[in-house]
């Protein structure tokens, strides 16, 4: 790594709710708020921008469990700011609690499961699958 992980490294990601990131996109016809699984995506975002600066250029991270509730619908053309706090270090585990924003309220909150990885070992192993 290129740096120490610490647990208290925070990140975030913000998304404007437009056409693009609504339920009503997804398949729930008429829901014009943010799709859950855009909420899903933004606090992995956030947590993916906490440790960007921590690692070396062959490292990653993968996504492995998030386990999120979705506590508030957010209207097209507000905006929602996902903040990701890393709570735990277990070897190549790493654990974020993340909570997210819109222009009134909290509208979620859960964990988030990361694990670190080699990249070119990573995508070697993915591109052997094809």
Avoid: C, W
Avoid at 15 to 40: F, Q, Y
Avoid at 42 to 60: F, H, I, R, S
Avoid at 61 to 86: K, N, W, Y
Wanted: aromatic share 4%.
């Amino acid at each position: 790594m290129a740096a120490v992980l610490v647990t208290g490294i925070r990140g975030q990601a913000a998304v404007r709710v437009a056409e693009d990131n609504m339920a009503d996109k997804m398949g729930n016809a008429g829901v014009r708020v943010l799709a859950t699984p855009m909420l899903v995506a933004l606090m992995e975002q956030a947590a993916v921008d906490a440790l960007t600066p921590y690692l070396a250029p062959d490292e990653g991270s993968v996504g492995t469990r998030i386990d999120m509730a979705h506590l508030a619908a957010t209207p097209e053309g507000m905006t929602v700011r996902a903040v990701a706090e890393l709570t735990e270090i277990s070897g190549k585990r790493l654990t974020f609690t993340v909570e997210a924003f819109d222009d009134r309220e909290k509208v979620g909150e859960g964990r988030h499961e990361r694990y670190l990885v080699n990249l070119p070992k990573f995508l070697a192993k993915v591109a052997a699958k094809q």
